[in-house]
């Protein structure tokens, strides 16, 4: 089988391509691993990952060889299938980063029992935590049916759970309320059911066609359709954390909160096509919040093994509640193929599936 990537224009996310991988049949050098890239997860999140790929550089995790073109970052599994690497066997498989790929090659660095870091060049003054990969044999949180809540859930979860604790540490800036767009999205859930029971009021923007979807996941005091937010009370103190990066709605929040308004967070893209850029905006500017840079923190301030501790902690509640929700808050889907994964990608950017679906992929 021919090795292929699947590749989108960094500057319209609506053209694809899939072009043969020309590293597929390059030797390795000695401390290089071949991977099979055997299955991922395709989020509302990777949109995100296109949206700002030059602004954040996610278009440098995996360079396409053409400026024009990128490939998008997904998270899920990798089988060793060739390895010039002592300690690392063909048939492992590890949790990570990868590109829309047949396989990809990398060089382990800090190998040990848990895993490795990737230090191929371009990678190695990228965020630490892209470039991480876990040895399943030996993850406490691994389990071969889990795959695909791992994979579609498990980096999303991260920054809810870094988000959470980013709010929890600055008492909500002193808000009653927590206002979220998106809200349907798995990371703003996410979010919401870590800080739930905390203090502040959780109120959940969605779309009218997932209203009922949204709170029937119990997360939110309450939900509402973006067209609603002129009905809020201008004066209450809010806290506006944005999954959709909509320019149109972030205008309409801070233009009606104003100077009650105590923070506006910027954290994902979900509404691509409608991303603003800076902007004078009525109340505080608002201010991305970076999950790598917050986890780095937490990593120094806590030492990476109570990191993990309180991470998986979260996690494992987290997973309970999706696993017995009655209705389900996702049903998986496996489709394999270029073909499949430019469709599923497509309908992805055009909003056009269901919050419930969970899109697992191979090429």
């Known amino acids: 089988m021919t090795a292929r990537n699947f590749l989108v224009a960094r500057h319209d996310l609506h053209r694809t391509q899939v072009v043969d991988d020309p590293l597929a049949s390059q030797p390795l050098a000695d401390g290089q691993v071949r991977m099979a890239i055997v299955s991922f997860g395709l989020t509302a999140n990777n949109i995100t990952y296109g949206a700002f790929g030059d602004a954040m550089r996610y278009w440098g995790f995996f360079p396409s060889g053409d400026p024009a073109w990128g490939r998008i970052p997904v998270w899920g599994f990798g089988d060793v299938v060739e390895s010039r690497v002592d300690g690392l066997a063909v048939g492992e498989r590890f949790y990570g980063y990868w590109p829309m790929s047949?396989?990809?090659?990398?060089?382990?660095?800090?190998?040990?029992?848990?895993?490795?870091?990737?230090?191929?060049?371009?990678?190695?003054?990228?965020?630490?935590?892209?470039?991480?990969?876990?040895?399943?044999?030996?993850?406490?949180?691994?389990?071969?049916?889990?795959?695909?809540?791992?994979?579609?859930?498990?980096?999303?979860?991260?920054?809810?759970?870094?988000?959470?604790?980013?709010?929890?540490?600055?008492?909500?800036?002193?808000?009653?309320?927590?206002?979220?767009?998106?809200?349907?999205?798995?990371?703003?859930?996410?979010?919401?059911?870590?800080?739930?029971?905390?203090?502040?009021?959780?109120?959940?923007?969605?779309?009218?066609?997932?209203?009922a979807f949204t709170r029937s996941l119990g997360c939110y005091d309450e939900v509402l359709p973006y067209d609603a937010v002129g009905t809020l009370p201008s004066g209450l103190p809010v806290v506006y954390v944005d999954f959709s990066g909509s320019a149109t709605l972030r205008r309409a929040v801070h233009g009606h909160f104003g100077d009650a308004l105590q923070h506006s967070a910027a954290v994902g893209g979900t509404h691509w096509a409608d991303l603003a850029g800076q902007e004078r905006l009525a109340g505080p500017r608002p201010t991305l919040f970076f999950a790598p840079s917050r986890a780095q923190q937490r990593l120094a301030d806590w030492g990476p093994v109570a990191f993990r501790q309180k991470l998986h902690a979260r996690w494992e509640g987290f997973i309970a509640a999706l696993q017995s929700a009655d209705p389900p808050w996702m049903t998986v889907t496996h489709s394999h193929g270029a073909a499949a994964v430019q469709a599923v990608y497509l309908r992805l950017l055009d909003g056009q599936l269901d919050p419930t679906d969970g899109q697992m992929l191979s090429m």
């Open 102 to 211: 047949h396989q990809l090659v990398l060089q382990p660095d800090r190998l040990g029992p848990g895993g490795f870091t990737d230090a191929t060049a371009c990678r190695r003054d990228l965020p630490l935590i892209y470039n991480q990969y876990v040895r399943c044999s030996t993850d406490p949180g691994y389990a071969v049916e889990h795959e695909a809540h791992i994979a579609l859930l498990r980096p999303l979860f991260t920054t809810s759970f870094l988000l959470a604790d980013f709010l929890a540490e600055h008492r909500a800036f002193g808000a009653e309320t927590v206002l979220v767009s998106s809200a349907s999205s798995k990371t703003a859930y996410g979010m919401a059911f870590c800080l739930r029971g905390s203090g502040p009021r959780l109120i959940g923007l969605t779309s009218p066609s997932h209203l």
